[in-house]
């Protein structure tokens, strides 16, 4: 079974960013060694933007940047020796990586790879290492494994849609069932039929109706979907499925109808509006010199204010 890197998920590298040296292994009497290396670009699709930097090492010899084909790069397992291996690499459409090992001279000797993002965009990187092309070639699932539902009385329940991910350096195929029972009330509707590395799709779920049985406790499975890369693997999505009584006519939350209590009306049940920007981009008008109804305003007939002098003007000049 194919080693792959990182052990879970994808290694998120900003441009100039390195994955450092991560040891790999390499059968001690074979004569040749793969890793594929896949890059995760944006938007489900290979980016197909700059090759990152590929360098390999032996033992305690230098760290040597891996060329594309067909030009070759010699791996020393120690400073001054001789080579041991040579090495390059080939791009496919999916933005997969084969690193193309040539043992020159087997032996038990630890390996190491070190990967630099050169592209301006952030990519994922995952790989995988084996004796052959076939064999490395290995799918990488990536989705929300966790489905969590609340059904209401009276309503029927929306379909889930769950995305799915390609991020291994192989393609997959599914082998699961279209209209298969997951548990707990889950149906499995449809999914891909496969995905290539860099490639996204959905699984549509369905989900039954309430059965009006109240309160009932969360409903809880597992389920196993299948796929192939081309060995026979699955990975596990948890089900959760709760029953609720919905409100008045099945209709959960409040009436839209209900007035909005953001504000509170004047007496008269109207708000008055205070003038706005002028539209011909001009000054705002000025707001009306009384804001309080003439039905509200208080009377000042008998007030200490009526006779009191006006204020001060400044003199002119």
Same mark, same amino acid.
């Given at each position: 079974?194919?080693?792959?890197?990182?052990?879970? &998920?994808?290694?998120?590298?900003?441009?100039?960013?390195? /994955?450092?040296?991560?040891?790999?292994?390499?059968?001690?009497?074979?004569?040749?060694?793969?890793?594929?290396?896949?890059?995760?670009?944006?938007?489900?699709?290979?980016?197909?933007?700059?090759?990152?930097?590929?360098?390999?090492?032996?033992?305690?010899?230098? *760290?040597?940047?891996?060329?594309?084909?067909?030009?070759?790069?010699? *791996?020393?397992?120690?400073?001054?020796? /001789?080579?041991?291996?040579?090495?390059?690499?080939?791009?496919?459409?999916?933005?997969?990586?084969?690193?193309?090992?040539?043992?020159?001279?087997?032996?038990?000797?630890?390996?190491?790879?070190?990967?630099?993002?050169?592209?301006?965009?952030?990519? +994922?990187?995952?790989?995988?290492?084996?004796?052959?092309?076939?064999?490395?070639?290995?799918?990488?699932?990536?989705?929300?494994?966790?489905?969590?539902?609340?059904?209401?009385?009276?309503?029927?329940?929306?379909?889930?849609?769950?995305? *799915?991910?390609?991020?291994?350096?192989?393609? @997959?195929?599914?082998?699961?069932?279209?209209?298969?029972? @997951?548990?707990?009330?889950?149906?499995?509707?449809?999914?891909?039929?496969?995905?290539?590395?860099?490639?996204?799709?959905?699984?549509?779920? &369905?989900?039954?109706?309430?059965?009006?049985?109240?309160?009932?406790?969360?409903?809880?499975?597992?389920?196993?979907?299948?796929?192939?890369?081309?060995?026979?693997?699955?990975?596990?999505?948890?089900?959760?499925?709760?029953?609720?009584?919905?409100?008045?006519?099945?209709?959960? +939350?409040?009436?839209?109808?209900?007035?909005?209590?953001?504000?509170?009306?004047?007496?008269? +049940?109207?708000?008055?509006?205070?003038?706005?920007? /002028?539209?011909?981009?001009?000054?705002?008008?000025?707001?009306?010199?009384?804001?309080?109804?003439?039905?509200?305003?208080?009377?000042?007939?008998?007030?200490?204010?009526?006779?009191?002098?006006?204020?001060?003007?400044?003199?002119?000049?």
């Amino acid at each position: 079974m194919a080693e792959m890197f990182p052990d879970t &998920g994808r290694l998120q590298l900003a441009n100039g960013a390195t /994955s450092g040296p991560v040891p790999f292994t390499v059968d001690p009497a074979a004569a040749t060694w793969v890793l594929l290396i896949v890059a995760i670009g944006p938007d489900c699709a290979p980016l197909g933007g700059r090759a990152p930097d590929i360098e390999l090492r032996a033992d305690a010899g230098l *760290i040597t940047a891996v060329p594309q084909a067909p030009a070759t790069a010699d *791996i020393l397992d120690r400073i001054g020796g /001789s080579p041991v291996a040579t090495a390059s690499w080939t791009r496919d459409a999916d933005d997969v990586f084969t690193v193309q090992l040539a043992v020159s001279d087997p032996a038990d000797r630890g390996w190491s790879v070190r990967i630099t993002n050169t592209d301006p965009q952030e990519l +994922g990187f995952v790989w995988s290492s084996e004796g052959t092309v076939k064999r490395a070639r290995q799918a990488r699932p990536e989705l929300d494994t966790s489905v969590q539902t609340t059904v209401l009385t009276g309503r029927t329940p929306a379909d889930i849609l769950v995305p *799915i991910a390609d991020i291994g350096p192989g393609p @997959m195929e599914f082998t699961a069932t279209a209209g298969q029972p @997951m548990g707990a009330g889950f149906v499995l509707k449809s999914f891909p039929a496969g995905l290539a590395p860099n490639a996204c799709g959905k699984l549509r779920i &369905g989900v039954t109706p309430a059965t009006g049985t109240f309160p009932g406790p969360p409903e809880n499975a597992t389920f196993n979907l299948t796929y192939r890369d081309p060995v026979e693997r699955s990975v596990t999505l948890n089900l959760s499925r709760t029953e609720q009584k919905g409100g008045k006519d099945g209709k959960d +939350g409040k009436d839209s109808k209900e007035p909005s209590k953001d504000h509170k009306d004047d007496k008269d +049940g109207t708000l008055e509006k205070l003038p706005e920007f /002028s539209p011909s981009g001009g000054p705002a008008p000025r707001p009306p010199e009384h804001f309080i109804p003439p039905a509200q305003r208080p009377d000042l007939t008998d007030s200490a204010l009526r006779d009191e002098p006006p204020e001060p003007q400044q003199a002119e000049g």
